[in-house]
């Protein structure tokens, strides 16, 4: 199983736990890259996109509950942040209808690529500025 980066831990154990979920989704991608005995990856491929999908509205719920309670400065724009993920994913989605046996890998990659870059901003900068909120830093909208 994929073990997260103790860098990506918050501290919050509802997050962490979902933020893992969403590592092992970006290794089931990556295995399904490396699988050499699936021929047509469309249905693989689809099913992580909607795994992706479903969860993390899930876990985007949770977060801006958590923020929403906390009355954070920053949550319209960490709104914005999430929305502009499920939008990627959404473009994905689209994509992939229409991938073939010579583009499916590199788009599986993209993914891949997409996730790793995502959760390192995301998680790293927009949620640790939470904990660090909650830890009674100021935190503003313009930072
Ligand atoms: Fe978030």
Known sequence: ???MNPDYLLGLELMDTQHQYL????????????????????DELFEILKGLEDYTKKH?????????????PRLQLH????????????????????ISLGTQDQMIYDLIEYLKEWLQI????????VVRFINGENITVDM
Request: hydrophobic share 40%; with cysteine.
């Open 1 to 3: 199983m994929y073990k």
């Open 122 to 129: 995301h998680i790293l900068d927009c949620d640790r500025k």
């Open 23 to 42: 590592f092992e989704l970006m290794e089931k991608a990556q295995g399904l890259l490396k699988d050499e005995n699936i021929l047509y990856k469309y």
């Open 79 to 98: 709104i914005a942040a999430h929305q502009g993920f499920i939008d990627k994913l959404n473009s994905f989605e689209i994509d992939a209808e229409k």
């Open 60 to 72: 985007f719920k949770n977060e801006i509950a958590l923020m929403e309670s906390l009355d954070y």
